[in-house]
């Protein structure tokens, strides 16, 4: 079988941030590309990334059609379908699955950023042929491949995605923070009330059966633990909570994802050394890297 | 934990109280069950779900006065299912108390924005989640008006 290709398009979080600091791992927001071969393309999120990928999709003749899987709708993850010039040729087809809201439907959240108060162009008038598809935490089969969902820990409803295709599996996770673990209680240990204050639904265990054995997983390092301590709640992980879940689910190869804007590629190294140090220091030996604008990986 | 209080949080997955107050739908059995001995010990008759595609159809059938809702479940998520509690003539006067491990403010905003009375971050203290449920039960049910 022909290898799975993954390619980025797009690393950075939360703004991009163009510039000669960033030059290295690339400024553009999340837009993951997965080609399982023989088959339409796999999209992962519609960062300002998405754009490049939307040029490339031109000069391919024929009618293009690709599945896009939008984690959640923050501005990073959403902003570069405006600008998806794919989008704009008839005769394409995107079907765009995302986690809608209880009081906002899917297409509503994806016109919205298209209201001529922030863009020309109305999303019916975009030309290719757009289907949306509302999904929640479960699993689907998307031509042939096992897509499966699991809610991460971040604002709103933000899906991680596994895909399972032929053996392989490719897990992606870009805005996820560890959970709250400081179970106290002033009662009697030995009462109810004290059970009920200090139980832990094991919410992270869960996460890592999601993950468990992944070929490949990218997931969100936005900080160094010092950072995070100030940003507990901001819905983004330090990379000790990165590389400790990779080590827990015995995952195969780890991406480092969601680079901090404040961040240059200098940071970005070291964080990449300190992450590979952390593994070293588990005795688990797996490639892992910061993901790179441009970078394609093979499986 | 000690036997005898698994053998009751096991026991308390079975009875189901004839008119109960209080509906847990929660997709973690173990949550569910000592939430509901929690309310069982503090004299509240209650009773869960733990399929949250069957939470609407509970409700209905069973109408329980308060319904404490996880966020995030598979099937239905707890936020569709507030809405859903919200917008019907038959079940909108339902109070609506969500238990989530979501630490998020905006979250939270949302929450009370689709109609739920309370939100309460897991795991939460057990006096401050009784008194609540004493407030909104004690609180006549055909005034819709209420807020926190
Ligand atoms: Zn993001």
């Given amino acids: 079988m022909a290898p799975i290709k993954i390619k980025f398009w797009g690393v950075r979080g939360s703004i991009p941030t163009p510039g000669p600091r960033t030059i290295r791992y690339g400024g553009n927001t999340s837009c993951v590309e997965i080609n399982f071969p023989d088959l339409p393309r796999f999209i992962i999120d519609a960062g ?59 297409t509503k959240i994806i016109s919205m950023q298209m209201n001529p108060i922030y863009f020309p162009v109305a999303v019916e008038d975009m030309g290719a042929k757009l289907e949306f598809c509302t999904i929640n935490q479960g699993s689907y089969d998307v031509e042939g491949v096992n897509v499966q969902t699991h809610f991460m820990n971040h604002p709103g409803y933000t899906l991680g995605f596994r895909f399972n295709y032929m053996g392989k599996s490719i897990v992606y996770m870009s805005d996820n923070e560890p959970y709250l673990q400081n179970q106290q209680s002033d009662n009697d240990p030995e009462s109810l009330e004290a059970m009920f204050e200090k139980f832990v639904d094991d919410k992270e265990g869960r996460l890592v059966d999601f993950i468990s054995g992944a070929d490949l997983l990218i997931h969100d390092t936005q900080y160094f633990p010092e ?18 879940l990779a080590v827990k689910a015995q995952v195969k190869h ?46 | 934990m000690n036997m005898d209080v698994f053998n009751s949080m096991v026991n308390a997955m079975d009875a189901k109280p004839e008119g109960y107050e209080i509906l847990i739908v929660e997709d973690n059995v173990e949550q569910a069950s000592l939430t509901k001995l929690l309310l069982e010990e503090y004299g509240f008759s209650a009773h869960f779900v733990t399929d949250s595609s069957e939470a609407m159809q509970t409700i209905h059938s069973d109408k329980p006065r308060v319904v404490i809702l996880d966020l995030m479940m598979p099937e239905i998520d707890g936020l569709r299912i507030c809405k859903q509690i919200k917008t019907s003539s ?9 238990y989530s491990g979501k630490m998020y403010d905006s979250d939270r905003r949302k929450a009370l924005e689709l109609g739920a009375d309370a939100f309460f971050l897991k795991p ?25």
């Fill in chain 1, 48 to 106: 300002s990334g998405i754009r490049e990928l939307g040029k490339e999709l031109l000069t391919i003749k024929d009618p293009v059609k690709a599945y896009i899987f939008l984690s959640h709708f923050h501005w990073d993850h959403i902003q570069g379908l405006p600008f998806f010039k794919a989008a704009f040729k008839p005769g394409n087809h995107f079907v765009i699955y995302g986690c809608d809201e209880p009081d906002v439907d899917l």
């Fill in chain 1, 227 to 244: 950072e995070y301590e100030q940003r507990i709640t901001w819905g983004h992980s330090p990379y000790t909570y990165t590389v400790d």
């Fill in chain 1, 254 to 299: 780890l991406v480092l994802f969601h680079h901090d804007p404040d961040h240059d590629d200098d940071t970005v190294d070291e964080m990449a050394r300190l992450s590979r140090e952390r593994l070293t220091s588990y005795n688990y030996h797996i490639p892992c890297h910061p993901a790179r604008e441009g970078e394609v990986i093979t499986l």
């Fill in chain 2, 90 to 98: 038959v079940t909108s006067h339902t109070k609506i108390i969500i």
């Fill in chain 2, 124 to 148: 939460a203290r057990a006096n401050l989640l009784i008194t609540k449920i004493k407030e909104l039960l004690h609180h006549p049910i055909q005034n819709g008006t209420y807020k926190n």
